[in-house]
């Protein structure tokens, strides 16, 4: 059987009555999540370009979630599947009349293929500079959608052949500093899965060996994990539930050093300097201490850690250029070095190790470490903090009665007879 097919079977059979209750309760945590990040990317000024193009509503839907990067994390990957698979599998599931326990099998199949195929790849995939978000994604939101149209088992191997050609996404954007690429890569990616899976529902197939064929995903895009990730205690183990919530809008290798640095609770002005030691990929992505513009802070340590002495709160509005542009927050940024320590890099991915070097002028040098940013099934965040970062994403945009009743309405979906009115567009 090939891997596709052990895929296909696992979606189309999956049922929520059969997930344990934690997973379910995650998955509700995980949707509404997704769905404040999705709502506050609509005002970005990208997305209000986007609009005007008149994309494909799972496009659009995850271009907003992807935009301002304040969406949930697959560390071992790293690869951003849920603004992806839940877009590809609302909008399979409106289409198609579907009830919200339907939906949420969909996007819970869309985390899984997701995440299996990126753990499959392995670290390779994303060193050569491969973006999971787009590419692995692609199988992730094509499962979702399969599953929301209701296919069998052979009909959703085929959407995962299908969307596997057309999978695509690099990560120059992070060389040249730009968000929009990021989003664009995961926009792709759902909607190569709504078209793969709507082939399939029309009778068309892929390759069956797609993803392990000598010309296959893996093959062509440096796949050198274990294949044996895609299969494994797939439908008793669920990997969805090491799948991280972002406590802060910045990058994800920001977060644990923002955490570590707050634990010694200095005030800036005790700072003379920071010095951050990282493993490759954080020091390639997030070492930017010139910060000129909205993405540049957003990946930036440096401004992140300025952040983190400054604000009680890091909030969306603090990577705006009037907040970034603060003299005293540039200083600061300024006075924080990073440096990569090659030693770190062995414990990668399976660890994100930083160790901070802190230069006090009242307690002179301060160290403090980080392996597991907190968000993640180290330090998950509880059920009022979900609630809470959802309703600061999301009530500016809908208004905090409007937000509420969303909020219950994700609660009940699984009892909802219809999926209709999740997102709705400013």
């Not at 344990?20 to 970005?44: C, E, F, M």
């Not at 995850?62 to 992806?84: K, M, N, S, V």
Request: with cysteine; proline share 5%.
């Amino acid at each position: 059987m090939s891997l596709a097919s052990q895929l296909g079977a696992f979606v189309a059979e999956l049922d929520l009555e059969r997930v344990p209750q934690r997973v379910r309760t995650k998955l509700r945590h995980h949707a509404l999540d997704s769905l404040g990040v999705i709502h506050a990317g609509q005002s970005a000024p990208e997305s209000r370009a986007l609009r005007a193009v008149g994309p494909h509503p799972a496009f659009f839907n995850t271009f907003c979630g992807r935009i301002h990067t304040f969406d949930d994390t697959y560390e071992a990957g790293p690869i951003h599947p849920g603004t992806c698979v839940l877009s590809a599998a609302l909008a399979a599931a409106e289409e198609s009349g579907a009830a919200g326990k339907r939906l949420l099998e969909a996007v819970l199949a869309g985390y899984e293929v997701s995440i299996r195929v990126c753990l499959a790849a392995g670290a390779g995939h994303y060193a050569a500079g491969f973006h999971p978000t787009g590419t692995c994604n692609a199988f992730g939101a094509a499962a979702a959608a399969a599953h929301a149209y209701g296919l069998d088992a052979r009909r959703t191997a085929a959407a995962l052949a299908l969307a596997g050609e057309a999978a695509a996404g690099l990560r120059q954007h992070q060389e040249d500093g730009g968000m929009t690429g990021s989003a664009l890569n995961g926009a792709r990616a759902a909607r190569t899965g709504i078209e793969a899976a709507q082939l399939a529902r029309a009778g068309l197939a892929g390759p069956e060996k797609i993803l392990e064929g000598r010309f296959g995903f893996f093959a062509m895009m440096d796949g050198q994990g274990e294949q044996s990730a895609i299969g494994k205690d797939l439908g008793i183990q669920y990997r969805f539930l090491e799948t991280s919530l972002k406590p802060y809008p910045t990058c994800r290798f920001t977060h644990g050093p923002i955490a570590a640095l707050r634990t010694l609770r200095l005030h800036a002005r005790d700072v003379e300097s920071i010095e951050l030691a990282a493993f490759r990929q954080s020091v390639e992505v997030s070492d930017r201490p010139e910060i000129r513009t909205r993405s540049g802070a957003i990946l930036s340590h440096q401004y992140a850690l300025a952040l983190a002495l400054t604000r009680e709160r890091i909030a969306l509005d603090d990577l705006d250029e009037t907040v970034r542009t603060n003299p005293d927050l540039r200083s600061l940024a300024g006075r924080v070095r990073v440096v990569h320590d090659p030693r770190l890099d062995e414990q990668y991915p399976a660890r994100w190790p930083h160790r901070l070097t802190v230069f006090s002028k009242n307690q002179g040098i301060l160290r403090v470490e980080s392996d597991f940013p907190p968000g993640g099934p180290q330090a998950p965040l509880d059920e009022a903090a979900v609630v809470a970062k959802f309703h600061a994403l999301a009530d500016p945009v809908m208004g905090s009665a409007c937000a509420e009743q969303l909020r219950s309405t994700v609660w009940a979906l699984e009892s909802a007879p219809r999926v209709a009115g999740l997102i709705g567009h400013s």
